[in-house]
């Protein structure tokens, strides 16, 4: 508690305020109050705290500016105050000044009065705690269903077994980059990889797990889909046809190593791709379409043997 109390009012209180035993400061002027208060609110720490102000300490102020004086001391203490006053000086207070006010107290002040006081103000100060825990565990469960819808999000478009986009997250994903691509007059590259052979070898498990772990590291920026065993689908935003010639001899070499690390003669793949900058929003399917074309897949077809 913060007290202000005039001389001659803490002369007639000392007794009683024996029993306040958790005062943080005591001023005689309401400027002095408002000046500690002030800086106060510049500590990293600031918590709620009650005030015991005297009214001779707020008389000091113009009378037509004792609301606005109250409503300034109530944001400074972030707390309602408790005004100590004679019964003819509380009967003055407007309707308005009772809004920043927790208590009045009338002079002469008893001890049960003061205790009573002191009751009220630590059941308040409880209550404030359970409140701030309640809105601090509200603080908390928002950042965990926050993090868990992501999570969800993530999961939801891809592939739980290889990690890669499945057909769906990946039509959102290209979908997602073709506005953006169209909005800003970006190019976007597509590399279809069709893998044969697969279905003559006796176990491709290892091969096909070596694969997709590679896919996993593509950049950040790219996302891989297997619509099909033994089809993938790499998008790669921002990417000229440059680029993506040169993305295409980058899984050309390292496809040729698996293949011949695995020892699989039998297992060839094609790799073409394609690059435009969109022209209209809708157009992202036409593109995947014409990706997976026979057409595109024969006319720039890389094989690996």
Known sequence: MIICISSETRLQLQPRLACLDSIEADFDTINDLRRYLQTRLQQPINTPIPILLDFDCL?????????????????LSNHKLVVLGTPAQLDTLSEESLHHLHAVLSLPLGQTALQMLIQ?????????????????????????????????????????????????????????????AHRYGHPLSGLAIQIQGLEQVPDTAAFLEDLIRRF???????????????????????????????????????????IKSHNLSAVQTKLST????????????????????????????????
């Open 59 to 75: 008389t000091a102020v113009d009378a037509n500016q004792q609301v606005s004086e109250l409503s300034r001391l109530y944001v």
């Open 120 to 180: 009220n103000l630590d059941a308040a100060a409880n209550r404030r705690r359970q409140i701030d825990a309640h809105e601090q565990r509200i603080v908390q469960l928002m950042e965990e269903n926050r993090r868990l819808r992501v999570r969800l999000q993530h999961e939801s478009l891809r592939d739980p077994g290889t990690g890669l986009y499945h057909r769906r997250g990946f039509e959102e994903r290209l979908d997602k980059e073709w506005r953006r």
């Open 216 to 258: 996993r590291a593509v950049r950040a920026s790219d996302c891989v889909t297997q619509l099909e065993t033994e089809q993938f689908v790499l998008l790669m935003p921002e990417t000229h046809s440059e680029g993506a010639e040169s993305l295409k001899q980058h899984f050309y070499d390292m496809i040729t190593r698996l």
């Open 274 to 305: 394609i690059t435009q900058i969109p022209r209209r929003h809708g157009d992202s399917p036409l593109f995947l379409k014409q990706l997976l074309s026979e057409h595109a897949m024969s006319s720039d077809a890389a094989l690996v043997q």
